[in-house]
T-cell receptor, first 114, second 114 residues
Framework: DTAVSQTPKYLVTQMGNDKSIKCEQN?????MYWYKQDSKKFLKIMFS???????INETVPNRFSPKSPDKAHLNLHINSLELGDSAVYFC?????????????FGPGTRLTVL | KQEVTQIPAALSVPEGENLVLNCSFT??????LQWFRQDPGKGLTSLLL?????REQTSGRLNASLDKTSGRSTLYIAASQPGDSATYLC?????????????FGKGTLLTVNP
């Protein structure tokens, strides 16, 4: 059983397009996250939602808009894609937003902007 | 601002050898530390989670230690196998202001040669 799943796994698109990445978790967790792993393999948090409410929003361009229709889903919509958006995007979840909870990661979505 | 450093950046060992991966962090006010494994083109697999009140955690051939005061953690892998080849990431959770988030190191690329 897949705990945290993402679609698509690969996404290749042209500059200027708008695209979405979907994430679902079946762990019953309340908190979900989006991370970006750049070409240097550096992983940084972008957003966090707890029970459909935004609780972390790092310095991310407002072209990136997360949407959480329910606590099992956190989608990432990106407008006007730029070359620098090329990266691997990871979704994660944890039981609560609290200090001591373990995070579980999805398989990642490799986005390539041409 | 929390910074996490992992040394070495890459490590190559013969099969059967015991090895240690190092992780250091600048702000000792952490809640927990998590070690992950990332295989090429894959997501992150959580290996061990050490809460700030703990000194170590063990899982099979893996042992992780935490010295919060000095800002260090080590991941010890006993009797390494080619299947252990992967990138190992260390991440610490701190309050980062008012929200709990993971800050990652850049990882250690481990190659175990048969």
């Amino acid at each position: 059983d897949t705990a945290v799943s993402q679609t698509p796994k690969y996404l290749v698109t042209q500059m200027g397009n708008d695209k979405s990445i979907k994430c679902e978790q079946n762990l019953g967790h309340d908190t979900m996250y989006w991370y970006k792993q750049d070409s240097k393999k550096f992983l940084k948090i972008m957003f966090s939602y707890n029970n459909k409410e935004l609780i972390i929003n790092e310095t991310v361009p407002n072209r990136f808009s997360p949407k959480s229709p329910d606590k099992a889903h956190l989608n990432l919509h990106i407008n006007s894609l730029e070359l620098g958006d090329s990266a691997v995007y990871f979704c994660a979840s944890s039981q609560l937003a609290g200090a001591y909870n373990e995070q579980f990661f999805g398989p990642g979505t490799r986005l390539t902007v041409l | 601002k929390q910074e996490v450093t992992q040394i070495p950046a890459a490590l190559s060992v013969p099969e059967g050898e015991n090895l240690v991966l190092n992780c250091s962090f600048t702000d000792s006010a952490i809640y927990n530390l998590q070690w992950f494994r990332q295989d090429p083109g894959k997501g992150l697999t959580s290996l061990l989670l050490i809460q700030s009140s703990q000194r170590e955690q063990t899982s099979g051939r893996l042992n992780a230690s935490l010295d919060k005061t000095s800002g260090r953690s080590t991941l010890y892998i006993a009797a390494s196998q080619p299947g252990d080849s992967a990138t190992y990431l260390c991440a610490v959770k701190d309050s980062g202001g008012s929200n709990y988030k993971l800050t990652f190191g850049k990882g250690t690329l481990l190659t175990v040669n048969p």
